[in-house]
């Protein structure tokens, strides 16, 4: 019987070239089909452990002279098809990596910048404006975090609109008691919400809200239809966009740290994202 789904991968060019890599292509490939075609290719990065190094604080970190720059070059000759995915605030990203004008999706797609509205609006949280995200968080969900987070020195409580934020990089150790009494507080308090642990984080995220709505939404609009979407990414959050990429025929590439670390990474970390970018447009000026 005809299977259109079948056809469509036998037609596709790039489909069977890693059939045994499922993160797909290495990052030299990739940037050398980027180069050959780049108005059929649309990239997405995360920012924290993609971007920029990850800091002993949020606030701590800072982009390297070139980025900026690397990534506004980059957005000219994708024809705009370069946006950020990230679970911070879009306006640090802007602070970040000011001058460039920022597209993209913050707050695990409850922010967008520079994207067209579409019909397909992120479910539930995500269509909730700014002004009512307050009315989202459970009072008694907070009151648990803020003792949770006074009770054990060193841990970092940030509020981000109707995502609640547990910072333990300054104590490691902790991090698997902290993820365990958020969930217990998630099960009583938590009516809506789950759990996205990351990098030395844990995010209490509110429900129908992720990177993989962010991006999907983000594909929807020009000049982003239509290309094939590659999401680069550190983290776990970043995993629900890979997989809406990897849907749409594109490729989700991980980027080696805390999270992914098995040795087998496209890319070694955020100073290698940042050099790849800088090959990537040096091979486009060409
Ligand atoms: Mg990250």
New binding site residues.
Partial sequence: MFDIRQSRISDDPLANLWPDHPAGPSADHLARLIAATPADFALYF?????LID?AETPEQVTAPADLAGDLAALQRRLGGAVAVV??RRLAEVEAILAPIRVIGSGMHGLEFLGVAETRHQAASAGAVGPEAWGTLLPRSLVDGVVRLAASIPGLRLEQKGPILTVHYREIPSVGARVEAALAVLLADHGDGYHLKT??AVVELIPNGTSKGTAIARIMATAPFAGRRPIMI???H??EDAFAVARAAGGFGLTVAGEHFNRGDEPFRGAAHVRSWIAGLNAGLAQ
């Fill in positions: 995360d920012v924290d452990g993609t990850i990230t679970g990351g990098r990414g550190d983290d959050a970043d």
